[in-house]
């Protein structure tokens, strides 16, 4: 048995090293967003060109990223989606409604502060996760049955 | 041809109201959350039992809410998600998201204030309106062909 | 909103007439097993003729029941399975995966001796009851949003 | 043709074991639970933080092994399902539901005391074996067409 | 609950009426093909217009039967299907595997002496009727749980 | 047994009207796209909002006509799509498509000069009609088993 | 581009070897039934053990053998069935409607004597063959785009 | 991630040549119609027979045209529809309404010309081209996150 993970949220961390590092040797295959803040905002005009108004600009860019996550969790078994400290991260939230309505194994990392906002993510999630370390365990155990420590 | 449109997101404003009252006259069935806050949060323990922790607290309403969420978007046509300016919201976030797993047509409602945080929900939108009243609009003119004015 | 409610599980006490009476006056449709421990045993030869075997005297039987059992589950949005004391039960915890397999909201309806060994069951279930009264409540709950008290 | 096959049900005897090494030659992929009964219990609380109340250690747990579960029996072609002497076994009827829900071929292995208790189950089963030896001359058939002796 | 039901297969005999006539009083909706057999093979030519061919002849009848068809095996929970004493009733055997490859009940309405060409349908059957008054009896025991006699 | 048919395509003769007039005293349910040539392509910014690009103009006008088609076409058990003499027509062969993907029966209503660039539609079709009047035909046939004259 | 190509049907003539061995080179992975007749129908009772009544010695080998038809057919882009000269052949338009129930495109092989008799499984069909030759020129020309002679 | 690309519609220019020649190291597997016009147009009747009616000759391709068109968009996760500057082109517009049912990833490449004509179709796609190109640097980006340039 092997696991499609698609690691959804926030890109201003190292948290998905963390979960790559950690799972070496585990048969997991990782996918994810383009996380160069830059180039996702922009894929759109760049490649297909120019527009003057801030919402097509940004609406061309969001439908080729669509390309991409729709990919990823459309093969995904397990999804993790993390919420950080900062900005609205509905993006995060969209990802982890698709991957609940597509049927998927959801994995919520989240700051307890967030507990209270995020309970109706975490009510379709099997699992709550403090730190990347604990996806890593989580990952092992389902593939292995082998416990930390 | 009547429409079943789900009403996701913000309770705090009347947006609902004044969706529900345009929309007279047309064939159209509305569901959507709980709107009490307070009965929405406790939901849990006050009918299944008292819980120490807050985490569980809240999971245990989360759940329930849960069967109401998925029935009214399960059976709806139109998923309109509305974005207020408080709160994270990211339980509307996560609506849309499911509503767009489950093949649903999303319309999102949001200030434009939002438009660059939300782009990756926007690109799985039939229709982003800014107010409740286009809203109406929009129904009308999907079940009769009619524009306003 | 409406709903349809499949009572599966144990058919030796009172407790689908104590639901269905408190659930009086909400919008509920209510489906269930045959409940005639007998006719249930025996629907099979009594219509198709006899078997001198029991193995495929209880066959005829069950299928004829997976008949309504599966028209019932499949037309369901919420699956409530009751766990008794007695007997294996194993209809029922089969009832409550086939709801899970077809993306139903389940309910379990449970007393508290069978915390540990329903684990697996409950996991999927977005509401563990302990009182045919509560499941009520949360009938209620979803349509209305009215808790009790 | 090669099969992905799941070993549901029981922990406490060496029937997987005598599957997997009667089935040596032929193309099958196993997949099943954790079977380690105390890792299993534990998981959720060993790698997510304890929890004070029993039901809610029970629950992250069960939760945890999900993960595992579906992904296993949503990849099966065929669902084996084992039931034992001794417990409830509600997690193995479970699994036999959930397989009955997502339509893969399921194949229960019970002794004859279990028949009449088991006989909705086994309604929606393919095979009902008695011994491991039947279930691996059960796939050697399937695969290649070859009878024992 | 109701239940709709597709009479598929043979239409030389007066075994559809014996069931609808038999059935009155049950919640029961009944559909099938058209039995006027000079209609069902030349409907195609009739109305869209001749053909020299007699394979087009005929392939344009059957795709006009096959909107009918499908609608009803579509919508419907239980479909019977009729074999009898003549002809080569590929038809009815396809409706069945149609059936079978959507989710449908089926139950099997046959003479002994075609239990043996016939196993592979009747394996994916949940019931085997000899007689048509067999199959009313199924019908009002699944929908009242009543057992004749 | 009735009848959802979507009348899809050429917006410029009378052959909806047709259609839906010969098909009186049938169980058939018409839905269809917005006819008003003008309103169907200036819906959205008329509601939403005007565009200084031509291309976003007409996107938010097809993405609110999407909501209707697809919910028509979602519904339907027949789409009947109707190739005229003039213009592109791309969305009458989207339909077609999208009728197919989703397991529609479909109907073609087609002059004979278009039969070689309709190939590939008509192979996915169950009827290829010339008039309305045909189309009207094959409904009666469909519904009630009576032919023509 | 491969293709996955279940050959069902009847089993007394070396057609099946006649398709395979006119597709080497051909990205081609070919499945089918177990062509061994005695083993077919006594696979049950050979490894189940035995049945007084011949119904369910019958059955119980059908049942094992639905295991490979419906992995091969549920994995197949295309299923070719064939129809013979003798015997009911009921299971071979069952094939046929169960690939047409799961969405496969469908190629009928059958003599033009049968062609009446099974105009309903040809309306599902894509292709109706008379030769095993003109089956793997059909292979030949869907995968590399080259015709025959 | 590696992604299945089909590329569909206009035939007459150098376009797939470009797309896949730019795509060179990318983990992309590119699937197609056959190109050959002759051969696309008289497979059927090469390989099946000859047909008198015009009608039926192209059916007779079409359908075959059809088991390769299905299984290139059952299998890609994006699909690329090209309209050029000539033709009817329905079959391209179909292919991307049935990539849309089938909820693929739709890129459409097409002039500005055909803008207004192709507003439906657009409105489904998550991307619209001008060259082939700019499919080219899609792709990269959504595999690799890089821009050009």
């Not at 995020?118 to 730190?131: C, G, P, S």
Request: charged fraction near 25%.
């Amino acid at each position: 048995m092997g696991l499609n993970v698609y690691l959804s949220g926030e890109i201003h961390t190292d948290w998905r090293d963390r979960i790559i590092d950690g799972a070496q040797g585990l048969d997991v295959t990782f996918s994810g967003p383009v996380t160069d803040h830059a180039a996702s905002d922009d894929c759109g005009v760049t490649i297909l060109g120019g527009e003057q108004s801030k919402y097509w600009h940004d609406h061309k860019g969001a439908m080729l990223n669509a390309i991409r996550t729709r990919k990823g969790i459309g093969d995904a078994d397990v999804v993790v989606v993390r919420f950080g400290d900062k900005y609205k991260q509905w993006n995060a939230a969209f990802d982890a409604g698709l991957a609940t309505g597509l049927g998927k194994s959801l994995v919520v990392l989240q700051p307890e502060e967030h507990d209270h906002a995020l309970k109706e993510v975490d009510a379709a999630a099997l699992a709550v996760a403090r730190t990347p370390e604990q996806v890593v365990d989580i990952l092992r155990y389902v593939l292995t049955g082998t416990l930390p420590g």
